[in-house]
């Protein structure tokens, strides 16, 4: 007997989201500069996703990249972004705050996740920072979140799936453990990482370039520094891919 799989996208524009969609997935988590582990989108672009997609949306708050330790003034900046994405009427946010010394940061995270409700919470891949995964585990289930993003502290989730696994098994139902599969997908790795683990549900990215439109191409100038994506591409969402990992059922 299969079990449907519930498929959430990581998209970083609204086209994204759109192609996502048209792939089947059931969910996306709406981000910008996945560059850099993915930031919160404008609000045009949240308020322009609601308004076209028939799925639910969930909203990265992350007010900027690297690590998740964030002064008063960015926790005061993700407080506002929760308050219009609820405002906006998206399904959900996805947070991630933590202290100096690897832990959960637990006052911030209960005043998130209040400041949310009713919004589906998910606590991001955060948790792959944590200095002891059981510990996070267990207070975040304490602290009410619905589900949890992980790849198992591991940098893809078939390299960290012995922790996945073992997560959901001490999770026993009490919070979504949801791994997040790569942009290299395929039925085989999806296939292996829920017969171990028994998840039910899944993480995607699965990026597309496609070439900028611009005829004229001036060469000398860039908009990022050195490190960057080329200028003249465009990051969509592929799909097909999408549609794949969609038909997969267990």
């Known amino acids: 007997m299969s079990t449907k799989l519930l498929l959430e996208a990581c998209v970083d524009s609204v086209e994204g989201a759109l192609a996502a969609q048209a792939g089947g997935a059931d969910r996306v988590e709406l981000c910008a500069d996945l560059l850099n582990g993915g930031c919160t989108p404008s609000p045009g672009v949240i308020q322009l996703a609601r308004q076209r997609l028939d799925i639910r949306i969930h909203v990265i708050i992350r007010p900027r990249g690297g690590d998740f330790c964030y002064s008063d003034v960015e926790f005061e900046a993700m407080k506002l972004d929760i ?65 949890i993003l992980t790849t198992g502290q591991e940098a893809s989730a078939l390299e960290g799936l012995d922790l996945l696994s073992d997560l959901v098994h001490r999770a026993d139902g ?48 860039f908009m990022g520094g050195e490190l960057r994506p080329p200028e003249y591409s465009v990051s969509l969402v592929d799909a097909e891919r999408i549609r794949a990992l969609k038909s997969f059922n267990r």
């Open 83 to 147: 308050a219009f994405c609820k405002q906006a009427g998206v399904h959900g946010v996805v947070i991630g705050i933590l202290n100096p010394d690897g832990t959960v940061d637990t006052d911030r995270t209960r005043e998130l996740i209040a400041l949310a409700r009713p919004l589906s919470v998910t606590f991001h891949r955060a948790f792959d920072m944590t200095r002891d995964p059981y510990a996070a585990l267990e207070t975040l289930i304490a602290l009410g979140v619905d589900r």
């Open 174 to 221: 009490r919070v979504i453990l949801m791994p997040g599969v790569p942009g290299n997908i395929s039925e085989r790795n999806l296939a292996k990482i829920i017969a171990q683990s028994g998840v039910r549900e899944v993480h995607s990215y699965a990026p597309l370039t496609v070439d900028s439109r611009m005829a004229y191409r001036n060469p000398r100038v």
